[in-house]
């Protein structure tokens, strides 16, 4: 049956959706945080502890979400945050995802582990991509795999840095989740079947995967702005000096992530992480923000602490498995809709007027 998307307001009733519609492995491994999950709570719970107050009296009559990212400007400051195995979700896999972005408008992070080519995804966007790097630890093959994502048109290279190792995702073992036949690391086909199972566990340790290197440091940061033309945003920063060592070491963006609670449990949030990284950063470099949003208020909040832009990740994953494109659209939308109507509630006009004045202080 057809879900009446017009009649779908707010994004966590996708949550719902999907859940009726997916296998159940499936949504537990788009639902999972590792271990007890705290961290996943969290990142939800940071957004309500901060209170806004608004300005009144302000010509809202016009208000401008518009944003420059890399030389680009994005109509408004929504991405789409790299998620893996999207045939999980829906048969068209990231196909889908793509055909959403086009609809809304909204620039796509697909991800290394994505379960469509890379260069079938960008042959179907309208919209500018952008590719997410897992280093392997065949360094050659990262190489090449970077080469590949130039030579399709992507615009900005995101390398996740804050899983060397695995975490342990209780909700996802319990469920049993193992990737279904037809859903693969296709990106990865180059390195032969037992890479692209990720069945090898390098040292026979659990907490190792073949898929991703355990040995990323900042000298690879380098290599790689060594070698593409891309700009380089590294993803899963949380302490302001790996946020100074990022841009000493070559990187174009910072992106403050949690990994949405996956990857180590009692992380802080990542909303908290974010004003001091902020700071440390000075507007020398774009700074992203994942983790936690679900309302346009969030966004606001995100873009109040500094961040430029903001990325959701388990939102557009439900509105996928409710209802294919059109549901990661209406997401977008829906969010896009609250967001202004939060600017012009505040008395806020343009993305840089949102700033720490929006925050009520009691102390
Ligand atoms: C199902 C799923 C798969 C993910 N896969 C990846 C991935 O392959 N690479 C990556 O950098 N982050 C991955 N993430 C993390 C997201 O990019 C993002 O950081 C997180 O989902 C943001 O939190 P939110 O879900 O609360 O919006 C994944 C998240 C989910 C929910």
């Given at each position: 049956m057809d879900t009446d998307l017009s009649r779908i307001w707010c994004v966590d009733e996708f949550e719902e959706l999907a859940r009726q519609r997916l296998p159940r492995v499936a949504a537990e491994y788009a639902a999972a945080?590792?271990?007890?999950?705290?961290?996943?709570?969290?990142?939800?719970?940071?957004?309500?502890?901060?209170?806004?107050?608004?300005?009144?009296?302000?010509?809202?009559?016009?208000?401008?979400t518009g944003v420059m990212l890399f030389g680009r400007r994005h109509q408004f400051p929504i991405l789409l945050a790299p998620c893996s195995y999207q045939k999980l979700n829906h048969p068209?896999?990231?196909l889908a995802v793509v055909a959403g972005g086009n609809l809304a408008g909204a620039t796509f992070i697909t991800a290394t582990f994505a379960s469509v080519t890379l260069e079938d995804t960008a042959a179907?966007?309208?919209?500018?991509?952008?590719?997410?790097?897992?280093?392997?630890?065949?360094?050659?093959?990262?190489?090449?795999?970077?080469?590949?994502?130039?030579?399709?048109?992507?615009?900005?290279?995101?390398?996740?840095?804050?899983?060397p190792v695995n975490g342990p995702r209780y909700r996802e073992l319990r469920a049993g989740f193992a990737l279904p036949l037809g859903v693969g690391r296709v990106n990865l086909a180059g390195l032969g079947s037992d890479a692209v199972a990720g069945a090898h566990r390098p040292h026979g340790r659990d907490i190792y995967t073949a898929v991703r290197a355990a040995d990323v440091t900042w000298r690879d940061i380098e290599l790689l702005k060594a070698a593409t033309r891309l700009?380089?945003?590294?993803?899963?920063?949380?302490?302001?000096?790996?946020?100074?060592?990022?841009?000493?070491?070559g990187a174009d963006g910072v992106y403050v992530s949690n990994h949405g609670g996956r990857s180590v449990d009692t992380v802080a949030p990542a909303l908290d992480c974010l004003p001091r990284i902020v700071d440390r950063v000075g507007g020398a470099r774009p700074v992203l923000y994942d983790g936690g949003i679900r309302r346009g208020t969030d966004i606001v909040k995100a873009l109040g602490l500094g961040a430029t832009a903001v990325a959701i990740g388990r939102p557009w994953v439900h509105g996928l498995a409710a209802a294919g494109a059109a549901g990661v659209a209406r997401v977008v939308e829906i969010l896009r809709t609250e967001l202004e109507m939060a600017m012009g509630l505040l008395g806020r006009t343009s993305i840089a007027a949102l700033d720490r004045s929006l925050f009520w202080r009691t102390s």
């Open positions: 945080g590792v271990a007890d999950e705290a961290t996943a709570r969290e990142n939800l719970a940071a957004f309500a502890r901060l209170s806004l107050v608004p300005r009144v009296c302000v010509d809202v009559s016009r208000i401008d068209d896999g990231e179907a966007s309208q919209q500018p991509l952008w590719f997410q790097l897992y280093i392997h630890p065949d360094r050659e093959f990262t190489r090449d795999l970077v080469k590949r994502v130039e030579n399709a048109g992507y615009e900005a290279l995101v390398v996740t840095v804050d899983v700009p380089v945003i590294v993803k899963g920063i949380l302490h302001p000096d790996d946020a100074t060592l990022a841009m000493q070491h």
